[in-house]
């Protein structure tokens, strides 16, 4: 059954809970470092450190190396301006208005847990501004149609109608996806699409919802280095990530901390 939806047990709930609330501790706890003047690639060494020494915790992203990569060579994602996702943290000095995404994947008790916030370093834009705002919402638009008996593509749905609604576009090429003890599982979770359609939501499903939103075209390009996507006419781009449960009644955010940011 390989492209099965794994539903989770009680027992596996809880660890995850576990897993998504230390992966959102991670973020809470880098939120005051990420200013102008710090280095991507010292944002990964505090939060690996942060992982391995104060959690007991492995970030996933080291290492990892899905079909058709070479390994992931840092331990969280720092995806930057017009960059989409999977940014690689390097030398990169961050700079009064930029926006950057910090994407964070911890494994606990061989349970994964997956959310990623933006930050505007400094004084942003007003474009850099709107865009994260816009994105933010875009997920939660998307997080609010999780109940049994709604589809995948009723999210999808949701998230690209208020996006394009605000100007912007929504990036196809990578998608929100199942996740428990392997990083990516079935189901894949479009941020686009129709009402109606795709595989019902079930009660103990546990899946990522994670928007990419451009202020230009939706089209992305790979860099060299393997990993790094960016947008193709280097518009700004945009990223929220959740892991949420599939409840009785709708929905339970699983990557909630001290720091995270209320629902819009
Ligand atoms: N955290 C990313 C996601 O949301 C995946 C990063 S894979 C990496 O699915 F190798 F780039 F870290
Ligand atoms: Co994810
Ligand atoms: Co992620």
Request: hydrophobic residues 35%; glycine residues 10%.
């Amino acid at each position: 059954m390989p492209n099965a939806v794994h539903l989770k047990t009680p027992d596996e709930i809880q660890a995850m809970r576990v897993a998504c609330r230390l992966a959102s501790e991670v973020l809470d706890f880098i939120t005051p470092h990420v200013r102008v003047g710090v280095t991507t690639e010292e944002l990964d060494r505090l939060c690996h450190a942060f992982m391995v020494e104060e959690q007991g915790t492995i970030p996933a992203p080291l290492h990892y190396c899905p079909p058709g990569h070479t390994p992931y060579p840092k331990s969280i994602c720092t995806s930057v301006n017009h960059q989409v996702c999977h940014g690689i943290p390097g030398s990169r000095i961050l700079k009064n208005g930029d926006s950057v995404n910090l994407d964070i994947t911890v494994i606990k008790e061989g349970f994964h847990g997956d959310t990623s916030r933006m930050f505007c370093v400094g004084t942003p834009g007003k474009q850099a501004r709107r865009l994260c705002d816009i994105t933010f919402e875009a997920l939660w638009k998307g997080i609010r149609e999780v109940a049994p008996g709604k589809r995948l593509g009723d999210i999808g749905h949701a998230i690209q109608q208020f996006a394009e609604g605000a100007g912007f576009s929504v990036v196809r090429e990578f998608c929100g996806h199942g996740i428990g003890r392997q990083f990516h599982e079935e189901p894949q979770v479009l941020h686009y699409g129709q009402k109606n359609t795709g595989i019902p939501l079930v009660p103990g499903m546990i899946f990522t919802i994670e928007p990419m939103i451009n202020t230009g075209r939706r089209d992305i390009r790979q860099l060299a280095d393997g990993w790094t996507i960016v947008t193709a006419d280097h518009s700004l781009s945009a990223q929220w990530e959740h892991t949420l449960l599939v409840t009785e009644t709708g929905y339970e955010v699983l990557t909630v901390s001290a720091g995270t940011p209320p629902p819009p």
